[in-house]
């Protein structure tokens, strides 16, 4: 989910990152009940534009009585995507906001200068016997000047995404803009993000007008350039190439990318920050716990636990 569990992730800054084509094979980390896969950050590649983070959550499904509980826990820098092909989650932030997430629909949550949230199956889905779980959560690091904005939630249902269908192909914008349309969502820097469904031998391009892309293929292989992809792999390609992606069998993937950020961006538990003085204090005041009058502040409806920050 969108805690992250690895406290210090391996990342490339500065010229340590590629900017030529990169293949990313995603790492798998079992989360009590359920697989995530995290093709980013990789120690091959920080971001892909302003994406710094990408998980697939699943698939997975639970049985009655079960579910997944992510406690409240804090983040800065960001803004969380959440996008699901099966199941809900509940979401709860300090800012008031009770929403439950389906399949097509975007949750997408403006940390800034600091907001707490928790992630839980609802009591109505956990009564259910054999409920599934499969979706993509990905962070997207703030420029900047944005990184101390006031902390906001957006949620944008199925209908609301600008929606393209023809010769094969099927693609939903997520956000930012892509394919002449642009998603209903705010956001602070150039960036896309799209739900492409391919059926065998459609042919996909990848238009060049957007600095940073990439794609992750979340089901069945694509062939690009003369070279066979599959299932769970991430592409990155190198600015202004001509790319087009043909499915060679019915196939699912995630497109994204963007506008690159001013520098490498510091990362240490939830936090993302332009300089370590800003995950320093953020640090400090999770730490603190003054809930009523502090930095950060627990969700109303959800406020009986949360995460503490971890030692180191």
């Known amino acids: 989910m969108s805690w992250n569990p690895a406290l210090d992730p391996t990342c490339p800054t500065g010229d340590e990152v590629d900017q030529i084509e990169t293949l990313i094979v995603p ?26 983070f990408f998980d697939q959550v699943g698939p997975a499904e639970f049985v009655t009585g079960s579910g997944i509980d992510v406690r409240p826990h804090p983040h800065i820098g960001l803004a969380t995507v959440t996008y699901l092909y099966q199941g ?24 800034g200068k600091g907001i707490t949230h928790s992630e839980r199956t609802s009591d109505a889905v956990r009564a259910e016997a054999n409920s599934p779980l499969f979706g993509i959560q990905t962070w997207v690091a703030l420029p ?34 892509l394919y002449g349309e642009r998603a209903p969502a705010r956001t602070f820097s150039e960036m896309f993000y799209a739900d ?5 031998g459609a042919r996909l391009p990848m238009t060049t007008e957007h600095e940073d ?8 292989k694509v062939e690009i350039a003369g070279q066979s992809f599959e299932t769970g792999q991430m592409m990155v390609f190198r600015p ?37 003085e800003k995950i320093e204090a953020a640090k400090q005041a999770w730490r603190e716990g003054d809930w009523q009058n502090g930095r950060f502040h627990l969700p109303p409806d959800d406020n009986e636990e949360f995460i503490p920050a971890p030692e180191r």
């Not at 809900?88 to 940390?111: C, E, Q, Y």
């Not at 992606?245 to 920050?273: C, D, H, K, Q």
């Open 27 to 52: 790492r798998a980390r079992d989360l009590g009940g359920f697989e995530v896969r995290r093709a980013l950050p990789s120690p091959k590649r920080q971001m892909v534009g302003p994406f710094i």
């Open 88 to 111: 809900s989650i509940f979401h709860r932030d300090s800012l008031g906001t009770n929403k439950d997430i389906h399949p097509g629909a975007v949750n997408w949550m403006i940390a």
């Open 144 to 177: 900047e000047d944005a990184e101390e904005t006031d902390a906001g939630f957006e949620h944008q249902p199925k209908e609301a995404l600008p929606y393209l269908e023809g010769e094969g192909k099927q693609v939903r914008l997520i956000l930012g803009s």
């Open 196 to 200: 492409a469904v391919l059926e065998t």
């Open 213 to 220: 892309r990439g794609l992750y293929i979340v089901s069945g």
């Open 240 to 276: 202004g190439d001509e790319i087009t992606i043909t499915a060679t069998e019915p196939s699912r993937l995630m497109l994204l990318g963007g506008e690159t950020l001013n520098g490498p961006r510091y990362i240490w538990w939830n936090f993302v920050a332009s300089s370590q």
